[in-house]
């Protein structure tokens, strides 16, 4: 029974992020990639007990009924270093998840190594469910990355294993990351996803420290990568960590996204001759923000880097106050501040816990939040 400091966060991450955490259970695969031995922002939130069946059918009240996916297991910021097949009734779980919600597709963020073969032909007569499998890469650095995965049973769910989306990470080689897909296309993936997906490797200041030298190869070899997806497998996606023309292809969603926020924010700054306008970026968007409003007289966009996290971290959801209130100084009284609505959970907080009120209070500004 999930107390109430559980529940609190048991529905703050399906209300944000759509998924239903289902145990804190430490997966132990070892993922050099995983945090949450180190990150302080994850310490905020309790352990999840394993949920029983009643927990379960509590959390749907929180799903948007809107999103076209839900995703049982692994949270974001809620017990996010788990394995959903760790949970011994996560093989009812999926069944009763995908009967309650039929038009969504029901999937698990997992690496495999805990899924058991002898259900995978249960698993694959559930019309509205797939397996989103972190494969990471097959080739001779998987062990350095992922420990303890089990090569044998991921060949096994490669082969017969209902997959909603394959990942790979790109690990600065080009070489493996040829090889990896020359895999996938034998067993013909391609044609049995929705998507093959490559990750650009990313670090933090919190990461383990062998993440960093394969994170500093994969961005810097990146454009490299997208480049060759671009040329020789257009039906790849890849992660966009900037919005820069280089990685455009193969999925243009963030550039269209970005385009459709820009147009929502002209709209209303159009609307409002006698304000002015700060707008406050992430490094993965500000260039692209600054060149877009660079005609707008009554409109500043600032590039907020991410202190907190350091590294390659680009992403607007990373956003936080103590970044902002650090580095933005608006040059006019009273403007109105523009935010992105990633960095802020369905309580209007950030991913360290403070409300948007303390930015109003502090900057004594109207914020948008688009």
């Given at each position: ?87 011994p009734l996560i093989y009812d ?195 692209y923000f600054r ?80």
């Amino acid at each position: 029974m999930l107390n109430d400091k559980q529940l609190k966060a048991f529905e703050l991450e399906i209300s944000t992020f759509g998924n239903i955490p289902i145990s804190s259970i430490n997966c132990g695969i070892g993922c050099i990639y995983c945090k949450v031995h180190t990150d302080p922002i994850l310490k905020r939130y309790p352990p999840i007990p394993e949920i029983s069946l009643e927990d379960l059918y509590l959390g749907f009240k929180y799903v948007d009924n809107n999103s076209k996916y839900l995703r049982l297991g692994a949270g974001v910021l809620v017990a996010p270093h788990t394995d959903p097949y760790l949970h011994p009734l996560i093989y009812d779980f999926i069944k009763h998840t995908s009967a309650y919600f039929p038009k969504k597709m029901i999937t698990t963020v997992t690496t495999g190594s805990y899924i058991e073969e002898s259900r995978l032909d249960s698993l694959n007569s559930i019309a509205n469910f797939g397996i989103d499998l972190s494969l990471v890469t097959m080739q001779e650095q998987r062990e350095i990355i992922v420990p303890n995965a089990t090569r044998e049973r991921i060949n096994t769910l490669l082969r017969f294993a209902p997959l909603n989306k394959v990942t790979l990470m790109f690990t600065g080689d080009l070489d493996v990351l040829k090889r990896d897909l020359d895999l996938l296309y034998s067993l013909n993936i391609d044609t049995r996803t929705k998507e093959i997906l490559v990750r650009r490797i990313e670090y933090t200041g919190f990461s383990q420290s062998k993440l960093n030298s394969i994170a500093y190869r994969s961005i810097s070899k990146y454009e490299d990568c997208v480049r060759y997806l671009n040329e020789n497998h257009p039906d790849v996606i890849f992660t966009v960590p900037i919005l820069k023309d280089a990685f455009r292809g193969g999925n243009n969603e963030y550039f269209i996204q970005a385009d459709e926020r820009i147009s929502i924010q002209k709209n209303r700054i159009d609307k409002e001759h006698n304000s002015f306008f700060d707008i406050l970026c992430s490094e993965s968007g500000y260039e692209y923000f600054r060149e877009d409003f660079k005609s707008y007289d009554n409109v500043q966009v600032h590039l907020i880097k991410n202190k907190l996290y350091g590294g390659s971290v680009t992403v607007a959801g990373l956003l936080n106050h103590s970044d902002i209130i650090s580095q933005f100084k608006p040059q006019l009284a009273n403007s109105v501040i523009v935010l992105p609505y990633e960095m802020y959970n369905h309580e209007k907080c950030d991913i360290t816990g403070n409300s948007i009120a303390e930015l109003e209070k502090i900057f004594n500004s109207e914020i948008w939040v688009i």
